[in-house]
């Protein structure tokens, strides 16, 4: 398999994981939303296909809200969750872009190290992502009476912690499954030459 084609495999997995977990495709068994861990480690596992990848995602998230919103008979545009305010998860799904690949940049295989760049590339991503997607609903979406600092403060860390806690799960899941591809190449590798030879 050459590298183009695993880099497409990845693409293809992260983009089923959000839409079968951001649709809610199975009716009594719904993942949560792996959006954000998707954007995270698709900038990780895709890092310089951002140009095209980045927008595809983008696209594939806002799809897919369209057709579950429409699923429930409602206009796109009059939607509670849909605003002015929700523009701000492009640059918000960015931050997590962004730290996904800052972290594939100083990227140079599994170690306690790089578990703890991960750690803060993760926090600092989620951070980021929560801040834009949540202050943006909270201030702009008209949904909100009297929004007031200490209200924005207590919405934003009422979800925080849910969000994180998805977003850390698939993260994990993810990076196990990078160690275990990073152990596992090498070894069959060796097989196919002792083979060879």
């Known amino acids: 398999m050459t590298a183009t084609s695993q880099r497409l495999f990845v693409l293809s997995v992260l983009a089923l994981l959000m839409a ?19 954007f995270f480690v698709a900038g990780f596992a895709l890092r310089g ?8 995602l983008m696209a594939l998230a806002m799809g897919v809200d369209w057709m579950v919103i429409s699923r429930q008979a409602a206009s796109f545009w009059d939607h509670y969750c849909v605003s002015a305010a929700y523009w701000g998860l492009i640059p918000a799904y960015g931050a997590l872009w ?3 690949s800052w972290l594939r940049r100083r990227y140079d295989g599994a170690s306690l190290a790089q578990a703890g760049r991960l750690l803060g590339a993760f ?11 949540q202050g943006t609903f909270y201030w702009y979406s ?11 403060w207590k919405n934003f860390m009422d979800w925080l912690p849910g969000y994180v806690g998805t977003a850390a799960t698939y993260t994990a899941i993810a990076a ?14 060796l097989d196919r030459s002792q083979a060879a030879g």
């Not at 296909?49 to 595809?56: A, D, I, L, T």
């Open 176 to 189: 196990a499954l990078q160690v275990a591809a990073e152990r596992i190449a090498p070894a069959l590798r």
């Open 49 to 56: 296909w951002g140009r095209w990848v980045f927008p595809v």
């Open 142 to 152: 008209g949904v909100v009476a009297e929004p007031t600092v200490a209200g924005w």
């Open 123 to 133: 926090l600092v991503a989620v951070v980021a992502c929560q801040l834009v997607a």
């Open 98 to 100: 962004a730290g996904g």
């Open 20 to 38: 079968a977990s951001r649709a809610h495709v199975f009716d009594h068994f719904s993942p949560p939303d792996a959006s954000w861990a998707v």
